[in-house]
C-alpha cells in the first residue's frame, strides 16, 4: 500500500517537473547572439573593409566584403 502511494508521488512530481515548472528567463543582454543586429559593421578578412552583417558574405566562419575578396583571399 505504501509503496503504491510512493510510485503514485512519484509519478505526480516528475509529470509537475517536465511540464508544470517554470523555466529560468533568459537575460537576452547577456546572450552574445541576441546582440547581434543585421545593421553592424563587420570587416572583411582580405582586404579590411568594413560593411554591414547582411550585406557581407560569411564563407569559412569569415566575414567577406565581396565575391572577389573570396577568390583573392590572403595567403
Known sequence: MIL???L???VIGTVYYIFFKKKPIKNKKTDKKSNIDASDMVE???CG???ELNDSILSSGKYYCSSECIG???C
Open 4 to 6: 503504491k502511494l510512493l
Open 8 to 10: 503514485v508521488l512519484a
Open 44 to 46: 572583411c578578412t582580405n
Open 49 to 51: 573593409l568594413y560593411s
Open 72 to 74: 583573392k583571399e590572403k
